[in-house]
């Protein structure tokens, strides 16, 4: 199997020993995690659940577009949440950015997530260029 791995400066640096995504067999595109960091200033955005999930689906896209993909080919995603009383909040951005034949998802409530983080997505997409 042929794994290349997927950088781009316009989205957050990882803050770890992990890819931002991997492309792999030139099919897949596995996303990290993603969380609320503004990619210009490597610094966690301020704001509600909104704000946080809008520009986490903001990274998620500059990841996918650097890997030929984008949010229309996302196949799954997974949403961790802080506070699943949230949920209706992210999904109406959520759906902003997953119109037509939204992916198939997961959504999990956790005790925590990196830089005190509302919400995490990661997503996993077809490569379409």
């Known amino acids: 199997m042929a794994i290349q791995k997927i950088l781009t400066n316009k989205a957050p640096n990882p803050i770890g020993p992990y890819s931002q995504a991997i492309l792999a ?13 503004d990619p210009a200033t490597n610094q966690m955005i ?10 986490v689906l903001k990274n998620l896209d500059a990841v996918l577009r650097a890997g030929g993909s984008s949010m229309s080919a996302v196949v799954k995603t997974t949403v961790f949440l802080k506070n699943f009383n949230d949920f209706a ?3 109406e951005v ?20 990196p830089k005190e983080a509302k919400v995490e997505i990661e997503a996993v997409a077809v490569k379409e260029s």
């Open 94 to 113: 959520y759906a902003e950015f997953f119109s037509g034949s939204a992916p198939a998802r997961s959504t999990v409530e956790v005790s925590r997530l």
């Open 89 to 91: 909040a992210m999904n």
């Open 25 to 37: 067999d030139g099919k897949f595109i596995y996303t990290a995690g993603q969380v609320a960091i």
């Open 46 to 55: 301020e704001g509600d659940i909104k704000a946080q999930t809008r520009q």
